[in-house]
């Protein structure tokens, strides 16, 4: 199966996930991996592929999330890509300043395509990811064959589905069991399939010595999250003008119950009119939720 081994048997959800979305073939190889970007930093990663052969896609997760959201969704696709631990998730080390802005985050995947995409891949980014992947392409278009954005768009504020992540991330910070946590996932609006939300948490969260369970990512360990001087912790304005002056094709796949609103739709198509949107039944994290749904829509865009 090629799969390598870790200490806490990271990989250990990947056959199941196999028969999630139905995929026949052998499972892939996948490893983990790191490497450096700025300020000694390193960022991990999941590739899903041998070594040596060139990534066709790379993804990005949202906030609170990391790599092996993505696993369901990779296995379905089924071709050589990586997935990012975004800084301060998954193992990729944490900022010392904790400013996770997209601006920021972007700089990082700009490295990381330096050095682990010798050729041109699809960029895809759900939710914080998709902001920063926007940032990253435009930053280097040269890297990027085209860009797909997840259950995200520049208009979306703190006001709206923004405001519920990060009440989700911040409102609670420890808990007795997984269970405890599925259900609080299930209340905001995350997922409904407990079965996809108990991989998740489990992959996403480590156990204190007091025994009470705390999430690994960096957002859930600060008073606040980032913000910009509008209070706003993804000052998504400018981003606008990056996706304007890209000249890779570029798409938006939104789900029906996510946090995108019809004005949300409404503001891209208007903004960017020649970038098709795609609906996807299913909540906020599309590619936990409907991961085989989710390959085929990223499939046909790139086709």
């Known amino acids: 199966m090629g799969i390598e081994a870790a200490a806490d048997n990271e990989f250990r959800f990947l056959s199941s996930d196999a028969e999630r979305v139905g995929r026949e073939r ?20 999941l590739r899903f592929a041998e070594e040596d052969v060139a990534p066709r896609l790379v993804a990005l997760h949202g906030a609170g999330l990391n790599a092996h959201s993505f696993d369901p969704m990779l296995l379905a696709l089924d071709e050589p890509a990586i997935a990012l631990d975004l800084p301060g998730h998954g193992r990729s080390d944490w900022r010392p300043d904790a400013d996770y802005r997209p601006d920021h985050l972007a700089d990082d995947v700009v490295s990381a395509l330096e050095t682990l995409a010798p050729e ?13 992947a926007a940032l990253a392409a435009a930053a280097r278009p040269e890297l990027v064959a085209r860009l797909i954005l997840v259950d995200i768009t520049p208009g979306v504020t703190p006001g709206g ?7 989700f991330i911040l409102g609670q910070r420890d808990y007795g069991t997984v269970d405890e946590i599925v259900d609080r996932a299930i209340r905001f609006g995350i997922g409904s399939d407990r079965s996809s939300l108990t991989r998740g948490v489990t992959l996403n969260t480590r156990r204190r010595a007091d025994g009470r369970l705390e999430w690994t990512h960096h957002l859930a360990h600060l008073d606040a999250l980032p913000t910009g001087a509008s209070d706003d912790p993804f000052p998504y304005a400018p981003i606008w003008a990056s996706l304007q002056a890209l000249e890779v094709p570029v798409s938006l796949i939104a789900a029906d119950a996510g946090i995108l609103r019809p004005t949300h739709i409404e503001e891209w198509r208007e903004q960017l009119p020649d970038s098709p949107v795609v609906t996807l039944a299913g909540p906020h994290n599309l590619h936990e939720a ?10 046909d865009l790139s086709a």
Do not use: C, D, N, Y
């Not at 052998?26 to 990663?45: D, I, K, Q």
């Open 161 to 167: 589905g923004g405001k519920s992540i990060a009440e």
């Open 120 to 132: 041109q891949v699809a960029l895809l980014g759900h939710s914080l990811g998709g902001l920063a």
């Open 290 to 299: 409907v991961p085989g749904e989710l390959a085929a829509a990223v499939r």
């Open 26 to 45: 052998p499972l892939p190889r996948v490893a983990r991996f790191e490497t450096g970007v700025g300020g000694g930093r390193r960022l991990s990663g």
